[in-house]
Antibody
Framework: QVQLVESGGGVVQPGGSLRLSCAAS????????MHWVRQAPGKGLEWMAV????????YYTDSVKGRFTISRDNSKNTLYLQMNSLRPEDTAVYYC?????????????WGQGTLVTVSS | EIVLTQSPATLSLSPGERATLSCRAS??????LAWFQQKPGQAPRLVIY???NRATGIPGTFSGSGSGTDFTLTISSLEPEDFAVYYC?????????FGPGTKVEIK
């Protein structure tokens, strides 16, 4: 079955950096557009970024533009999120997911999430 | 950016009752709307995609309808495991957006 496993979360000081990874299995990773979605404690879901199946198209929500970078390595079936200039309001559980956007609905698969805490 | 509004914010019902959840978009999203279920401490789970298609493993008590700007998720008879928060999400335009959620709680 499809598995998406995030890693790389932790506690970081404001202004710091962190890189999240999402390892995929059970699907043809190179055929899927992949997304990052986050959820602050006790809050709703916030869509953050997408990267097309071949890496040629990416899009970010305004709150992370210029600070976060989405990338992928299809040879390793892995999606990444490089997060720089972190702020306390970036504290959240970060999920990778296949939510479509490139011709179909993407399957709707989600990882279990990884917690990022930005605090001094 | 397309804004999704969900109503009600909270729905208090008993097992066996019918639940009707609404999602309204600030502009047309055609049929590119999904519904996700989330239970405490868990990742979201796809329930409905493209407005009316049940995802794999979702029981027939769940149905979705609508197009354009107005959408509905109906649970015809609530089971104990259906009590959760439900989010709608559009994939018509970038950036994708989620609604604020409807909590279906046990009355």
């Amino acid at each position: 079955q499809v598995q998406l496993v995030e890693s790389g979360g932790g506690v970081v000081q404001p202004g710091g950096s962190l890189r999240l990874s999402c390892a995929a299995s059970g699907l043809t990773f190179s055929s899927y557009g992949m997304h990052w979605v986050r959820q602050a404690p006790g809050k709703g879901l916030e869509w953050m970024a997408v990267l097309s199946y071949d890496g040629s198209h990416k899009y970010y929500t305004d709150s992370v533009k210029g600070r976060f970078t989405i990338s992928r390595d299809n040879s390793k079936n892995t999606l990444y999120l490089q997060m720089n200039s972190l702020r306390p309001e970036d504290t959240a559980v970060y999920y990778c997911a296949s939510l479509g956007g490139y011709g179909d609905y993407g399957g709707g698969y989600w990882g279990q999430g990884t917690l990022v805490t930005v605090s001094s | 950016e397309i804004v999704l509004t969900q109503s009600p914010a909270t729905l208090s019902l008993s097992p066996g009752e019918r639940a009707t959840l609404s999602c309204r978009a600030s502009q047309s999203v055609s049929s590119y709307l999904a519904w996700f279920q989330q239970k405490p401490g868990q990742a979201p789970r796809l329930v409905i995609y493209d407005a009316s298609n049940r995802a794999t493993g979702i029981p027939g008590t769940f149905s979705g309808s609508g197009s354009g700007t107005d959408f509905t998720l109906t649970i015809s008879s609530l089971e104990p495991e259906d009590f959760a928060v439900y989010y709608c999400q559009q994939r018509s335009n970038w950036p994708f957006t989620f609604g604020p959620g409807t909590k279906v709680e046990i009355k």
